[in-house]
């Protein structure tokens, strides 16, 4: 009978959809599962069906269009029949889309709008590796709450971000995207990025839906190989994999997508134990599951499937709620409850889910809430750069300072800027760029220019182009191979500078999606380039501008200095300058290891120990007889124009019981001539459990700001729960042992002490 009067309530005012009707809804029905359950009660199984399905706006975009043409999306988005689009940009466009819903379909279900808002929307931040650079966590919400204010001003309500798989082979060209090879670096990222996106009220019109992306072991794609296959164990899975992903649920992120790779065997959009099991009843999440572009049909190419509506049953089984442009379930899934393949039940859970997120982001109260065209007159474009260059500094990590050549000093009176990236204004924006506009990045030399005044004569050679060709997101980079007729010029200018910045690295598309690369070198004659160079100036500072870490090891031990600067995004060119010249001392530290050669891959600072971890003697160790194991730079590692100096670790207790804790102590010193910044690591080691751990494990971090001669104690308080992994015993728990704790400035430079765990 309560169904029922509900039911009249919603028949007699029209719909939940616009807003005029939604101020005659009960009081009864102010509770969103309470709505959510009527509206579910109002609808066809046909009309379910179209919740689950994704169109793209834009039928070129980013992948094939789908068989049906557009006019009969349009037809179906009149029925009711989509939940959502993707690419669909402008208030106007996202609008007259919504129209054609609200005017025509039967109970008036708002669509969502997605794009890929991956580091901005117009203004564009460091690629995500480069902004986990600066472990500034406020900076990061930063950036992406800016993001989603510019993604509301243009129609955009939902962004596939944040990108939260661990990686750590730099080979896969995706590493770009996400935050490294730490999964508890990455879980504090994800979480910074979603309380961006979404702040504190998705129903903030200025606020949008985020997603946890790619659920799950994307990053562990077999060989660095996009797309390819995931080999992890439960142990590798739960340890390293899924932590960020729980870290994301638990902060309320309205969605999750899942990934192309199979893992141990089964496509992860097909995959039952991770999207039923552990995302939705072990961890309770109630938002809904999105599948990657066309993943669903995909895994008729895995040989999981034979054909779509095979896939279909498969993927929505498993609890992949939204098909993503795959047409698999608009194809399949109505027949197949028809048949009774799927149990309707099923299908109203993933209504339900998606239904919720909608009222969560207030659109059954205002469809249009996000088509207003008065917020992008709101918005200061200006000051969000100033944001921009900010975080762009940040980021930046000093690899090497030989002789204190940086920052640049007074007495430099002639600069040579050298390289294929120097006056590049669109590499800068890197891959990902939303609506970031092609060559609106401040370039290195018009940073240093404008930083360098007009005593200092500068002079610029590109020396060689990086690639040749197109660059696009769909179109491969052709990489210059051969074109050296600009060396001549390059080293010309070189031999009579007093100082010399090459600009080298990586094109904007050289990195990203299908950008997996067996060399990670500086491409083409690059190399060659930089040789030539040292022979006549040996007075170098190499920037390099890259999305993923690079085999560097020629420049690391000849070059005295060496920047990485990433692909910074809008204000990159200010914010290299601003370092450069000693504006900003830098403090970023890197996210991810730097290998010597690029047979390291994959390289990560938490593996494990192994049987044989080193011997003076003979070489049937675990290791390499052509190059040592170590990185080139670890995870952590950074420089400053500063030096700072570690004390030894104090713990207020040796033993610490289940209930109990220890803190631990640390003094640090800056012990130079500036005043600087220090991102002060904990890591911890379990010596001895039920599973092989890793040598160590960052468990904490704190940045300090010390003048010259000025030294702080930082204290970590380590608990039972920082002590727990996922066990022998198939669940998360310590163990009663004793362990190690590190303090220091990288995984590598550490103190140690020890204490033990009693239980």
Request: aromatic fraction near 8%.
């Amino acid at each position: 009978m309560k169904k029922y009067i509900i039911l009249m309530s919603f028949l007699l005012t029209g719909g939940l959809g616009l807003q005029a009707q939604n101020s005659e809804i009960p009081s009864s029905v102010k509770n969103v599962e309470t709505k959510v359950d009527s509206i579910l009660f109002m609808m066809t199984l046909e009309e379910k069906v179209g919740q689950l399905v994704q169109y793209n706006g834009s039928w070129d975009l980013t992948g094939p269009a789908s068989e049906m043409g557009n006019k009969e999306k349009e037809e179906r988005l009149k029925k009711g029949l989509v939940g959502s689009m993707l690419n669909v940009l402008s208030v106007e466009a996202t609008r007259e889309a919504q129209k054609l819903v609200m005017e025509n379909s039967r109970i008036k279900i708002p669509l969502m709008f997605g794009y890929d808002v991956i580091h901005g929307y117009k203004t564009i931040f460091p690629v995500p590796l480069g902004e986990t650079a600066s472990w500034d966590l406020e900076a990061m919400e930063k950036s992406a709450r800016i993001a989603a204010i510019e993604s509301v001003a243009d129609g955009v309500n939902w962004t596939f971000s944040p990108m939260i798989d661990v990686s750590r082979d730099a080979r896969w060209g995706r590493i770009m995207e996400g935050s490294g090879e730490d999964p508890y670096l990455t879980s504090l990222v994800g979480v910074a990025k979603i309380k961006g996106y979404q702040g504190d009220d998705l129903s903030d019109s200025t606020t949008i839906a985020a997603t946890a992306k790619h659920f799950a072991g994307y990053g562990f794609a077999e060989a660095g190989r996009d797309y390819n296959t995931a080999n992890v164990g439960e142990y590798e899975l739960h340890n390293f994999i899924l932590p960020p992903f729980k870290a994301a649920a638990d902060a309320g992120v309205a969605t999750f997508m899942n990934s192309f790779n199979t893992i141990d065997g089964t496509p992860a959009t097909g995959s039952k134990m991770l999207q039923r099991d552990i995302l939705k009843r072990d961890w309770n999440w109630n938002g809904f599951v999105v599948s990657d572009w066309g993943s669903i049909t995909e895994m008729i190419y895995h040989g999981f499937s034979k054909d779509k509506k095979h896939a279909a049953e498969i993927a929505f089984k498993a609890g992949s709620d939204m098909d993503m442009e795959g047409g698999a379930y608009e194809a399949g899934l109505l027949e197949l409850v028809e048949e009774g393949e799927i149990d309707e039940s099923l299908i109203d859970d993933a209504v339900e889910r998606i239904l919720r997120v909608k009222f969560k982001m207030g659109l059954f109260e205002d469809p249009y809430r996000y088509s207003n065209p008065e917020l992008a007159e709101q918005i200061s474009y200006e000051e969000h750069r100033e944001v921009a260059r900010d975080i762009a500094r940040k980021s930046v990590v000093l690899l090497k300072n030989e002789d204190d050549i940086l920052p640049i000093k007074s007495e430099v009176q002639k600069m040579a800027i050298i390289g294929p990236l120097a006056a590049d204004k669109d590499t800068p924006i890197g891959n990902w760029r939303a609506q970031g506009e092609a060559n609106s990045a401040v370039s290195v030399l018009e940073g240093i220019k404008a930083a360098a005044g007009d005593n200092v004569e500068i002079t610029y050679a590109e020396g060689a182009p990086l690639g040749i060709g197109e660059r696009s997101f769909l179109m491969p980079l052709e990489i210059n191979e051969t074109d050296k007729s600009g060396f001549a010029d390059a080293i010309s200018k070189a031999e009579n500078a007093d100082l010399v910045i090459m600009v080298l690295g990586e094109d904007a598309f050289q990195t990203g999606e299908g950008r997996s690369q067996a060399k990670i070198g500086l491409a083409g004659v690059q190399q060659e380039l930089l040789e030539e160079i040292y022979k006549v100036n040996q007075n170098i500072a190499l920037v390099l501008i890259n999305g993923r870490p690079l085999e560097i090891t020629w420049a690391a031990e000849n070059i005295p200095a060496i920047v990485e600067a990433w692909q910074l995004g809008s204000e990159s060119g200010h914010a290299i300058a601003d370092v450069l010249f000693g504006k900003y001392n830098p403090s970023g530290k890197l996210p991810v290891s730097f290998p010597k050669a690029v047979g390291q891959e994959p390289l990560y600072y938490n593996q494990q120990n192994t049987g044989r971890p080193y011997s003076e003697e003979h070489v049937t160790f675990s290791s390499y007889t052509d190059v040592d194991k170590e990185p080139l730079y670890p995870f952590g590692f950074g420089l400053s124009y500063t030096d700072f100096e570690y004390g030894e670790i104090q713990l207020s207790a040796e033993e610490m019981n289940a209930n109990g804790e220890i803190m631990v102590s640390v003094p640090v010193t800056n012990t130079g001539d500036v005043a600087g910044k220090e991102v002060v690591q904990l890591y911890l080691r379990d010596l001895v459990a039920s599973k092989a751990r890793p040598i160590k494990e960052l468990k904490g971090f704190e940045m300090i700001e010390l003048n010259p001669g000025e030294t702080k104690t930082v204290e970590f308080i380590i608990d039972e729960e920082m002590l727990r992994f996922y066990s022998a015993n198939k669940k998360w728990e310590s163990e009663a042992g004793d362990f190690e704790v590190f303090v220091g400035t990288n995984s590598r430079d550490l103190k140690k002490a020890e204490f033990t765990l009693n239980k």
